[in-house]
């Protein structure tokens, strides 16, 4: 690449409020086709949230590779609410701030229309995480990064469930199932499994919005209701870390299973210790990076033979793709 098709990246949160009053970091660019001239790329990079880690490395993913790569790109905050989402999503379509997207939706049923129609005005669009209007990405767009897919979750829950003695089993999800994408096939993939392991009630089946605090509090409730209580499932390793203390703070480290998704570098501690059974791996940086290149493949008109890319087949994790006590050094979290 030369020197004249680098342009410094722009790389601010832009918040809420400065969006809806119309202020933006970067100058407007209307949408375009393809181009060799990276100057004229401009991606608007629509993250949940900032304040939920995971989140937050997924948007340091896509600036970290804006700046490799050389492309303009702005970090564009959801805070966590769907409706501030699609008012970013239908701000940017209509005074065509960007053209090319990066979405993780908080929503994939109510963001699937404008995410439609930015495809249709021209905006180039890749979906990281989570899907959007289906389990992959909308007719149209470019592509979709992301490692939590229906194939992943049924194999998550048949570990689980193969290795976790028969009994009551409680589980703690992010969103509600329906409108959280990534609670919504974690919850279809348990509802398929317990079709083939007997023995099992699940005595609790929470969204708890992916927080430590509500996890260990729901997690102590459990534990002094439910004394027979066999395995507690996270789906999100913050919420994970509230339900080992309680656990702990109980007494009941290694009768109460804990199984965790998404493998942050405190579960990767926890698993070493014995307060963390297994974990699947998250790779929220990667999947933010590997969305920007996609993005920019695109736009350089280069052919992409994966347009559905999971950054977790290229992981090397003896008997993976799950981690344990037995293969844990094989893994590196990201966040």
């Not at 100058?27 to 375009?32: E, I, N, R, V, Y």
């Not at 699947?280 to 920007?292: I, N, R, T, Y």
Request: proline letters at 4%; charged letters at 15%; glycine letters at 10%.
């Amino acid at each position: 690449m030369s020197k004249r098709h680098l342009l410094k990246v722009a790389i601010p949160v832009v918040s809420a409020a400065l969006l809806l009053a119309g202020c933006s970091s970067t100058g407007a660019s209307s949408p375009s086709s393809s181009s060799t001239d990276l100057s004229t790329l401009n991606i608007g990079f629509f993250s949940p949230g900032t304040s939920n880690t995971f989140a937050a490395t997924v948007g340091q993913g896509g600036v970290d590779e804006a700046k490799k790569l050389g492309v303009k790109l702005t970090l564009v905050s959801g805070n966590f609410d769907v409706q501030t989402q699609v008012n970013q999503l239908q701000q940017a379509l209509q005074r065509k701030t960007y053209n090319a997207w990066v979405v993780v939706p908080l929503d994939s049923n109510q963001e699937c229309p404008i995410i439609k129609q930015g495809i249709a005005a021209g905006i180039k669009v890749v979906m990281a995480v989570a899907p959007i209007c289906n389990d992959s990405y909308p007719e149209g767009g470019i592509g979709i990064v992301s490692v939590q897919n229906r194939d992943l979750y049924n194999q998550w829950w048949d570990y689980i469930l193969t290795n976790t003695k028969p009994g009551e089993i409680a589980v703690m999800t992010g969103g509600a199932r329906g409108v959280d994408y990534v609670s919504t096939i974690a919850d279809d993939a348990l509802d398929a499994q317990l079709k083939t392991h007997e023995g099992f009630t699940v005595v609790s089946n929470q969204a708890l919005g992916y927080s430590t605090d509500a996890a260990y509090q729901n997690a102590q409730a459990l534990i002094q209701s439910h004394p027979n209580l066999k395995a507690i499932v996270s789906n999100y390793s913050g919420m994970t870390q509230g339900v080992a203390n309680a656990i702990k703070q109980a007494g009941k480290t290694g009768q109460i299973a804990l199984y965790d998704f998404d493998g942050d570098k405190n579960i990767v501690e926890a698993i070493k210790s014995g307060d963390v059974t297994m974990t699947a791996p998250g790779m929220p940086h990667s999947e933010g990076a590997g969305a920007v290149k996609m993005t920019v493949d695109a736009w350089l008109g280069k052919a992409i033979p994966n347009t559905q890319l999971n950054p977790a087949v290229a992981l090397k994790i003896t008997e993976g793709p799950f981690i344990t006590k037995k293969n844990v050094d094989d893994y590196t979290p990201e966040y």
